[in-house]
């Protein structure tokens, strides 16, 4: 028997409930982590960083056995992730898929970079309106500062 061609695959086993969080960029991978507090937390998590993606070129893969996600933390992931998706899993089967979508604006999940503003300042909460999608750029709602990319740091 002649073999011309041998594939190799990695693979992540599945889980029986929970969620999967897709199409995340490498950079963006472990900072899903972070944002769910899955290093603290009990659930049992599978990660894959950098596997091959048509649609990023490279991507990661988040999953969380017996956990669905908040708006909120749906919301954070959206913007350091904008192409995300979410699963839900019932039973091994993949029962809900959906990119993730930027709201219009986030409200104290992003901290303002100006040392100047209100928010740093008197402790008000952050207001932050989309004013692009590509690429992602915010502006303050209280000092207007735009910021993008590693600007945005989550609270």
């Known amino acids: 028997i002649k073999m011309d061609k041998i594939v190799k695959e990695y693979k992540i ?3 029986k409930e929970g969620t999967v969080i ?3 960029t490498p950079e963006s991978t472990f900072k899903v982590i972070e944002i769910l507090d899955l290093d603290k937390n009990k659930e049992i998590i599978s990660v894959a960083n950098n596997l091959q993606s048509s649609k990023l070129g490279k991507k990661g893969i988040v999953k ?3 956990r669905e996600l908040t708006k909120a933390e749906v919301d954070e992931i ?3 992730a904008p192409k995300a ?3 839900i899993i019932k039973d091994f089967s993949v029962v809900k898929k959906e990119p993730v979508a930027l709201p219009d604006h986030f409200s104290g999940i992003i901290k303002c970079p100006n040392p100047n503003c209100i928010t740093n300042k008197q402790g008000t909460a952050t207001l932050f309106h989309v004013t692009s999608h ?3 750029t915010l502006s303050c709602y209280y000092c ?3 910021v993008q990319g ?3 740091l989550l609270s």
């Open 144 to 146: 207007e500062r735009a």
């Open 78 to 80: 959206a913007v350091i």
């Open 64 to 66: 969380i056995a017996g």
């Open 13 to 15: 086993n599945a889980i």
């Open 85 to 87: 998706t979410i699963n």
């Open 134 to 136: 590509e690429p992602l």
């Open 150 to 152: 590693n600007e945005i």
């Open 22 to 24: 897709d199409h995340v």
